[in-house]
């Protein structure tokens, strides 16, 4: 019998492992249970918890601190898969001769890591990182947080709340908002959430304002640095989970139907791609023919500069080999839509699901 692998999964962006019943991997954790023990494997899944928008080097150093804790001593191999800004984690984690806030040896973790998956990644970085490091874009991020929290634990947004998110965000296809709008819409949200779970909820989002180091760091000039200074290890395979979603079309509000859920989620999630699609991220990296190859068989044709999953550009993704190219959105890849097992199930937001 063969050493036993440890999977650690490194979560992006709010960077949670549980927040009350609701768990940022848990399908993944179970499609992984399933799939590599029907291929007779027995491997020891970790979920990295990581400071919700800390510095890259801070995150990184986290997940380091983890593996040191939980891997055994010895040549047992590790795996690493990151979603988001997660699998920047776990490249700068693997970087040879980086150096992290910590007095772990990282050297001696990193040879033993075999293969890095990066999952909806903004390698090339995000426009709209820049957006989300003003004042206005602050709050409508902590909003948009709070709004997937609540959707992924009672399954659906309130009435009352989606029509007041259709009086701040719906304007000729745009993001714009007032902030008491947008302060009184953030408490009606937190008022469904059990005390305890409010605290949790207010705290995590408070770490979303305080610390703005991560959002700074995924802007496209910033990752142009990066992908300077981070080069691949020796030994790694390194490989890529990509995600498109369709763009915003007047087909996709009319299938929305007169469900307000629907159409006002819709409109967030218009607002989002097209902030993207007005800036798409340049100076990306030439693709390979396998890359290539994967990237037009699963969309039918090579994504433009301004595809996107909502969140990261589609190009601005690939990293390594490409494993999986999905129709999906930026939360939607990691199976919190759609999920016929989730209680209480979760309808699909236009926001981050519909084209």
Request: overall charge neutral; glycine content about 10%.
């Amino acid at each position: 019998m063969g050493p036993t692998h440890h999977v650690y999964l490194v979560p992006g962006f709010l960077g949670f492992a549980h927040l009350g019943r609701l768990t940022y991997f848990g399908h993944v954790r179970r499609l992984l249970t399933e799939r590599l023990g029907a291929l007779g494997l027995d491997p020891q899944l970790h979920i990295v918890t990581t400071s919700p928008t800390a510095s890259l080097p801070d995150r990184a150093a986290r997940v380091v601190e983890v593996i040191d804790a939980t891997a055994p001593r010895g040549d047992a191999p590790l795996h690493l898969i990151g979603h988001s800004s997660g699998g920047l984690d776990v490249r700068l984690l693997t970087a040879p001769g980086v150096g992290l806030p910590t007095a772990l040896d990282v050297e001696r973790l990193a040879a033993r890591v075999r293969t890095v998956v990066t999952v909806s990644t903004p390698h090339h970085g995000t426009p709209i990182a820049s957006f989300f490091t003003t004042l206005q874009g602050q709050k409508l991020m902590q909003l948009l947080s709070l709004s997937t929290i609540y959707v992924l634990n009672f399954g659906r947004l309130p009435l009352a709340a989606l029509l007041w998110m259709g009086s701040i965000f719906v304007r000729f296809g745009g993001l714009v908002a007032g902030s008491e709008l947008l302060d009184e819409l953030f408490g009606k949200l937190l008022e469904d959430f059990t005390p305890a779970r409010r605290r949790a909820v207010r705290e995590l989002l408070r770490d979303v304002v305080r610390d703005q180091a991560l959002m700074l760091q995924l802007t496209p000039e910033a990752m142009e640095v990066f992908n300077a200074s981070v080069l691949p290890r020796p030994g790694i395979r390194y490989g890529a989970v990509v995600g498109q979603a369709a763009p915003p079309s007047f087909r996709a509000t009319l299938h929305a139907g007169i469900d307000p859920a629907a159409q006002v989620t819709h409109a967030l999630y218009s607002g989002l791609y097209r902030l993207i699609q007005a800036a798409p991220v340049r100076g990306l990296q030439k693709l390979g023919p396998g890359q290539e190859r994967i990237l037009q068989r699963a969309y039918g044709a090579m994504p433009a500069p301004a595809a996107n999953d909502g969140i990261v550009p589609t190009l601005s993704q690939t990293w390594g080999e490409v494993v999986h190219a999905a129709v999906a959105d930026h939360l939607d890849v990691l199976g919190h839509f759609r999920d016929a097992e989730q209680d209480p199930p979760v309808e699909p937001l236009d926001s981050w699901t519909l084209g």
